[in-house]
């Protein structure tokens, strides 16, 4: 066989292997969004157990990492482990969003001609609904910065102020990590 017809009857399986290739890729933003997998009884960054990255989430990370300092009275750790709880939740949510997700996609490329648009859909719905929970969860954390005493919140405040010096510090270095890639 000539190397142009083997390419031609190899497309389509190229398309198909590019675009699964594609929606994997793609898939690691739903399993980023589904958080840390079990393990270690804290979240990313020192943040409470279950907590997820994304929105708002140098917010929930902090107020984990510094719970113990905080001193918290009754009301604020009821609000926090309801708060904790609920993060939990959605990390379970996404999880199974992403079960979900995969399962359509090895339904679709299991057909002669999978439809690459309702993979997408389901992508596209399941980031969508991630980012909404992940919102949510924020607005619960800002809510619950709001009503900590002044003190607590000053040291919210200054371990806020310590990770983006941090973050700063190493912006450098990962821009000429990427470079030194890129090349």
């Known amino acids: 066989m000539s190397q142009t017809a083997s390419s031609q009857s190899r497309g389509p399986q ?3 292997a590019s675009v ?3 929606l994997v890729l793609a898939s690691a933003g739903v399993a980023f969004a589904a958080g840390p997998g079990p393990g270690a009884g804290r979240g990313p960054f020192g943040g409470p157990p279950g907590a997820m990255p994304g929105s708002g989430g140098m917010i929930e990370h902090v107020l984990g990492s510094l719970k113990d300092r905080l001193a918290l009275d009754t009301s604020q750790q009821v609000a926090f ?3 904790t709880a609920q993060m939990k939740q959605a990390r ?3 999880i199974a969003s992403r079960a979900d997700v995969r399962a359509k996609v ?3 490329l ?9 993979v997408s859909d ?3 719905t399941a ?3 991630g980012r909404a929970s992940r919102r949510a969860l924020r607005d619960q954390w800002l809510a619950f910065y709001a009503n900590l005493r002044p003190d607590q919140k000053a040291l919210v405040r200054d371990a806020i102020r310590e990770r983006v010096a941090s973050m700063d510090d190493r912006h450098p270095s990962m821009r000429d990590r990427m470079h030194r890639r890129q090349s």
């Open 81 to 83: 482990d309801r708060i």
């Open 14 to 16: 190229h398309l198909v």
């Open 92 to 94: 379970d949510q996404a």
């Open 110 to 118: 299991a057909k002669p001609e999978p439809d690459l648009a309702a």
């Open 106 to 108: 090895d339904a679709e």
């Open 122 to 124: 389901a992508f596209d």
């Open 127 to 129: 980031e969508d609904q």
């Open 20 to 22: 699964f290739a594609g």
